[in-house]
T-cell receptor
Framework: NAGVTQTPKFQVLKTGQSMTLQCAQD?????MYWYRQDPGMGLRLIYY???????DKGEVPNGYNVSRLNKREFSLRLESAAPSQTSVYFC????????????FGEGSRLTVL | GENVEQHPSTLSVQEGDSAVIKCTYS??????FPWYKQELGKRPQLIID?????GEKKDQRIAVTLNKTAKHFSLHITETQPEDSAVYFC??????????????FGKGTKLSVIP
């Protein structure tokens, strides 16, 4: 039982390049989330998927797209990376949306030069 | 939407002393208040949560209190130990429209326990 698995753990991009962060959970959770964490800013929600087949914007969605591929997988795509997207990205899942415990992945550290 | 403010941003205590972290929220409809702990280089993990039908909840050395009238809730850690050193995040529920809710996190408190 691996919980929430994110790949890659580290990535360096040049401005304008694209990439996809992958996330998979094996807890049969309905809801999945993508957060970014910047120093002094806490955890900010980028996008979430309340259930398979649905996605919604969070607090900071600009510059990102997401895909809920199936119940297990939720990917985050940067179409044209910018230095402001340098951050640590966390995927999370929960059984009950909002009032259920969030289980986080280990994080993906992205640097955009 | 919900606005969660967390204080202090940094806190240093001597080992064995107590630590208190406070959060305020703006949406009076919020009814769920979790606390997450993030050790250096690790992922955040839930340590305790409270729902609005109770005023206090304890789990060994940690406790959370909720004052709905004043719209604030606090994390209390007693008999602090070096392994309590971490960043702690509170969170509240934000209504994002069309019946949709999401968690909004505070900006975090870095707790350092000095041996």
């Amino acid at each position: 039982n691996a919980g929430v698995t994110q790949t890659p753990k580290f990535q360096v991009l040049k401005t304008g390049q694209s990439m996809t962060l992958q996330c998979a959970q094996d807890m049969n959770h309905n809801s999945m989330y993508w957060y970014r964490q910047d120093p002094g800013m806490g955890l900010r929600l980028i996008y979430y998927s309340a259930s398979e087949g649905t996605t919604d914007k969070g607090e900071v969605p600009n510059g990102y797209n997401v895909s809920r591929l199936n119940k297990r997988e939720f990917s985050l795509r940067l179409e044209s990376a910018a230095p402001s997207q340098t951050s640590v990205y966390f995927c999370a899942s929960s059984e009950i949306r909002v009032t259920g415990e969030l289980f986080f992945g280990e994080g993906s550290r992205l640097t955009v030069l | 939407g919900e606005n969660v403010e967390q204080h202090p941003s940094t806190l240093s205590v001597q080992e064995g002393d107590s630590a208190v972290i406070k959060c305020t929220y703006s949406d009076s409809a919020s009814n769920y208040f979790p606390w997450y702990k993030q050790e250096l280089g690790k992922r955040p993990q839930l340590i305790i949560d409270i729902r609005s039908n109770v005023g206090e909840k304890k789990d060994q050395r940690i406790a959370v209190t909720l004052n709905k009238t004043a719209k604030h809730f606090s994390l209390h850690i007693t008999e602090t130990q070096p392994e309590d050193s971490a960043v702690y995040f509170c969170a509240g529920i934000a209504y994002s429209g069309a019946g949709s809710y999401q968690l909004t996190f505070g900006k975090g408190t870095k707790l350092s326990v000095i041996p």
